[in-house]
């Protein structure tokens, strides 16, 4: 018997959640990038989810693109992360409010 | 069987994932990450598309999240203080999730989507894909390798110390003076 293509939009649903309540809560600057790369990955298990349920592969091909942007976005941040932590000696993002106002 | 592996991988990808979120220790919540990773490969082969499954571990646990443990060991992180907790924060948070899950659990319900065609040799090939790849969708490759050319660039002067102006600088004030 095969998984229906809802259950697997329901488990990217489920670590959608999980994700967004992670980079929501967290104070740690990396803790807030890993919770923002759960989120990425499910949004991923849903293109490719959706790729099999219309039998496409636009999906598929969608999730490089997002792959790619996601390796771009962790290089460029975690630079921004070391670059504070040099002048601030801490990436507490409670801390860190330089731009808030 | 495709149930069972389903259900497994599922359980795996859940339970780690709560874990990333959860551990206070910035290292395991990265191990943690891998598996969440890995599981979700494994679905993605279920779901007719190994080379994303193949991709997300090479790319994804292979090479993101090697940076990010190098980024954590380099900065020496301590584990989060428990002072002065989140409280209301992580309240509206989960509120907010349940009320996503809720939302979407509700769609799922009511929409009842039509059983998809089964996999054939043809849909999960790697040779119909590269076609699409490098033919309809031939300028958003070029798009993404120039936005990777950019973030390695702004990554290197980004993390760069301040007050070094460029790379070679140690010889030049060798000789300068």
């Given at each position: 018997m095969s998984v229906p293509v809802s259950w697997y939009l329901l488990l990217s649903a489920a670590l959608f959640a999980i994700g967004t309540v992670g980079a929501l809560t967290r104070r740690n600057g990396i803790s807030i990038f890993l919770s923002i790369e759960l989120m990425l990955n499910a949004a991923n298990l849903t293109l490719v989810a959706y790729a099999r349920q219309l039998d496409q592969r636009t999906g598929q091909l969608i999730v490089f693109f997002v792959l790619a942007v996601a390796a771009a976005e962790a290089a460029v941040g975690l630079a921004l992360f070391i670059a504070v932590f040099r002048q601030?000696?801490?990436?507490d993002v409670n801390r860190l409010n330089l731009m808030r106002w | 069987m495709e149930t069972l592996i389903f259900f497994i991988f599922a359980a795996l990808a859940l339970g780690s994932a709560l874990v990333v979120v959860a551990h206070k220790s910035p290292v395991y919540a990265t191990l943690s990450l891998v598996l969440t990773l890995v599981s979700t490969a494994v679905l993605f082969l279920l779901l007719g598309a190994p080379f994303v499954g193949v991709l997300q571990v090479l790319v994804y646990a292979g090479a993101i999240v090697v940076l990010f443990l190098f980024v954590i060991m380099l900065l020496n992180l301590q584990k989060e203080g428990s002072a002065e907790g989140p409280g209301a924060q992580l309240w509206a948070a989960l509120l907010g999730a349940v009320l996503f899950l809720g939302m979407l659990g509700l769609a799922f319900r009511r929409v009842a989507l039509p059983a998809p065609p089964p996999l054939t040799a043809e849909s999960v090939s790697l040779k119909g894909l590269a076609s699409d790849l490098f033919g309809e969708y031939l300028l958003p490759f070029e798009i993404v390798g120039l936005l990777l050319l950019v973030a390695v660039i702004g990554a290197t002067v980004a993390a760069r110390r301040p007050g070094?102006?460029?790379?070679?600088s140690e010889n030049e004030e060798e000789i300068a003076p």
């Open positions: 601030r000696h801490t990436i | 070094e102006p460029a790379s070679l």
